[in-house]
């Protein structure tokens, strides 16, 4: 089986409530449903039933939430950060109704069920920033698209389990950039970010599709598919400026697709500073 190194581990990422801030990890173990504890709760709207999602709610960015006790099956204990400094338990009674006063809506923070179907809304005018929906789908617009999409069953993700991402494709993408685009990983929230080895350039992860990622001693990713970006990928964050630009590069040359979204083939704990590589 043909093989080469592509990198190796340089950031770990888990985001434990939907569509907030995560936490930075030294190590995180996965399996076939994904990262331990990642995605692990939502909220939903009481009154049409649907998952918020920042495509439409930009101010959930302003939370995050981290794991005080490891997550077991994503059952540990999560503490969420409200965007006044004050923290709430996930399982704590109040937790929903302090959010709700928060973002200012009324939401329910819930845990991710085996067998529930859950859809997650967007707004179609801005869903891809500036970038009009016919550039990426041409048999859509804003009006005719969707303002839902299905997660997968008994989950929250988006469409799957794990994202990567390689430090030379952002590379590439601050080439193709306007002067003061900031281009961060952050933006793009993976769960694997791989640096990548200076060889390698342009849309690296173009050249995974149909292979395999082995990722430190025993984690295989499989099904590998060039993710889709968004606005999300626009939003302020943290210290991170609101920024059109970023969305609008990735669009106009490679389809608005940077990283990739994929399966996990064979379950292992990954480590910073594993070594990445790509085998047939």
């Given at each position: ?13 888990r ?46 960015l ?7 006790t ?5 059952t540990g ?10 923290t ?28 529930v ?26 009006a005719?698209?969707?303002?839902v ?17 390689a430090?030379g ?24 970010f ?22 430190g ?8 598919e ?55």
């Amino acid at each position: 089986m043909a093989k080469y190194q592509v990198g190796v581990v340089r950031e770990l990422w888990r985001y434990p409530v939907k569509s907030m801030l995560g936490e930075r990890l030294d190590q995180f173990f996965a399996t076939e449903g994904g990262v331990a504890g990642d995605r692990a709760w939502a909220l939903r709207d009481p009154r049409s039933g649907n998952i918020l999602s920042a495509k439409k709610w930009p101010r959930l960015l302003d939370f995050q939430a981290r794991y005080q006790t490891p997550p077991d099956g994503g059952t540990g204990e999560i503490l969420i950060r409200l965007p006044d400094g004050r923290t709430t338990g996930a399982d704590d009674p109040h937790a929903s109704s302090a959010i709700s006063d928060a973002l200012g809506h009324q939401v329910r923070l819930e845990r991710a069920q085996a067998g529930v179907k859950s859809k997650a809304e967007i707004d179609t005018s801005t869903i891809f920033g500036d970038v009009p929906v016919e550039q990426i789908f041409p048999n859509w617009t804003a009006a005719t698209m969707p303002n839902v999409f299905k997660l997968p069953l008994g989950t929250f993700f988006d469409s799957a389990v794990v994202h990567v991402l390689a430090s030379g494709t952002l590379e590439h993408i601050r080439g193709l950039s306007p002067k003061g685009t900031v281009v961060d990983p952050r933006r793009y929230r993976p769960n694997i970010f791989i640096e990548t080895l200076p060889e390698l350039t342009g849309f690296i992860e173009d050249a995974w599709g149909g292979r395999i990622l082995e990722v430190g001693e025993a984690l295989r990713i499989v099904a590998i598919e060039p993710a889709l970006r968004c606005v999300m990928t626009t939003h302020r964050q943290g210290d991170l400026p609101r920024d059109l630009g970023v969305l609008r590069t990735s669009a106009q040359h490679h389809a608005a697709k940077v990283g990739v979204f994929a399966s996990i083939g064979s379950a292992g704990t990954v480590r910073l500073g594993d070594p990445v590589f790509i085998a047939d």
